[in-house]
């Protein structure tokens, strides 16, 4: 396992979705991450985009730590070549220790299980219960109506403004690798 310098862990699908682009960007941040010494902190399957940077990254001996629930091995396909695995008894135990593993959050596209992970980062952040950097990647405009659905209840007046400033965008896998360079020279 190669040396890293910070931990970023990823949300996103367990399925690869139906624009190429998803995946080519799941490739392009395996690399990214191995390229700029930075350790993968993931779910832990072997299916979606999540399996397909675990793999990128493996191939390249790259730093990758797997958190996956016990009930989960099956489904999502226990990474196998993923040595630095934890089996947790439960999802709480497996969020948990994504975040607190954590120096960043990166939400790649993903459903609902993405939006999950990536709102109880968000509502933390709001509840001060931590204070990193959570980037959501807009790779193809996919999260367009999470953004206009957020921005909706800012209007509503659900939602302070100020939680637009929680979380930041990138479009694409150099930017958010930038941004990442950015935040953890700091
Ligand atoms: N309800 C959930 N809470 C937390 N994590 C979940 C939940 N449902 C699924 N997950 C995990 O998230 C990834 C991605 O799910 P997608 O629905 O494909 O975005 C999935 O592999 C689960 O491990």
Not at 93 to 103: F, N, S, V
């Amino acid at each position: 396992m190669s040396k890293y310098t910070r931990s970023v862990t990823v949300f996103c699908g367990s399925h690869t979705g139906n624009k190429p682009e998803y995946s080519e960007a799941a490739k392009a941040l395996g690399i990214g991450l191995v390229e700029n010494n930075l350790r993968l902190v993931f779910g832990g399957g072997n299916v979606g985009l999540m399996g397909i940077i675990s793999n990128t990254m493996l191939d390249m001996n790259g730093a990758v730590k797997g958190i996956i629930p016990k009930f989960l091995q099956k489904k999502e396909g226990q990474h196998s070549r993923v040595q630095d695995l934890i089996v947790t008894q439960d999802m709480h135990t497996r969020k948990d220790i994504l975040y607190k593993e954590a120096d960043a959050f990166l939400c790649l596209p993903g459903g609902i299980g993405t939006f999950d992970e990536f709102f109880e980062t968000l509502t933390w952040k709001q509840l001060h219960l931590h204070d990193k950097p959570i980037i959501v990647v807009n790779i193809a405009n996919w999260a367009e109506p999470l953004l206009k659905q957020i921005h909706a209840i800012v209007e509503q007046g659900f939602a302070d403004p100020s939680i637009l400033n929680l979380f930041e965008v990138t479009v694409d896998i150099p930017e958010t690798l930038k941004r990442l360079n950015q935040a953890f020279s700091k």
